[in-house]
């Protein structure tokens, strides 16, 4: 029996002709900044993203940090919505990374509202933190995919710029946002001071993100990455990765997109599972079953649907490169045959 894994979109493998652009990569020491194939791959980011420059790192987790490092000092703080990357599942980087403290707002399904930002920023005060940098999350992930609407995006950041905050876009899956919304990444990004992309999610490379930003930045940032260790060497053969899914696998996202409406169309229909087929907006599903999570989780496990529980009766189940129809189709039985037994 085929597993089919919906754990995560990181789990995809390389294609033959991603493998086939890495193995052909012109390479260099790009600690010396002599690599081209990464020179290349940092100038595609911040065309795409409408910022002067980018910097490629192995994850996104560093990439996000490197961010945090570069927007505050200890004692200041971010604001951030309570479920998001930086403060969820990065390890606690923010406070032992940077001595930042984080300040969660509550989000509706991941997005915020100028007045919650506006309220949330401290006033001068010798008692309390500085207010100091906002991080967003687009698409947001515990929000189950959530695009954030332009015009929405534009108002909390204007809220968070009046209040003297920069802006840091984590934008993991910003290319699955502009598939799903048909706007570009760089609408959101440059609004930005600093915006995140990972080649390691939907987009099917095996590892690798990018920081883009001012050119000032990005040069700052490039000093941060060597301190946490993440200057590496010939990454040409990363980078090429990068390169090729910027180019191929882009516009296919809208192909996860749609198994993951027919994979929520398909539950709706069985007893035991809440799903909002209408509020898939993205790649990504949350489900909620009758049955403990963690049962579900070893129910489907032993019929090979691989997903991952996120609260005591929710799971969640990502849609990928390497997801096809068929699966799909195949995963419903599944789910049901787990449901009836
Ligand atoms: N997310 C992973 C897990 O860490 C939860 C996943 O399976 O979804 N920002 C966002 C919004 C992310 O979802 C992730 C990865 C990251 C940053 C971190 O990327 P990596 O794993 O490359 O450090």
Redesign the pocket.
Known sequence: MKPIDFR?D?VTRPTPAMRRAMAEAEVGDDVYGEDPTVNRLEERVAERLGLEAALFVP???QA?QIAMGLHCRPGDEVLTEAGS?IIQ?EGGAVSALWGIQPHPLPGDRGLLTPEQVAEAVRAENIHAPRSRLLSL?NTH?RGGGTVWPLERFREVVEAARKAGLAVHL?G??LFNAQVAAGTPAASWARLTDTTSV?F?KGLGAPVG?ALAGSKALILEARRLRKRLGGGMRQAGVLAAAALHALEHHVERLAEDHAHTRRLAAGLAEMTGVKVEPARVETNILLVEFARPASEMVSRLTALGVLLNATGTHTVRLVCHLDISAADVTEALTRIRRALES
Do not use: P
């Open positions: 995560s990181t994850s996104g987790t996000n990357h599942y999350e992930n984590d993991a899956r990972c390691s993100s």
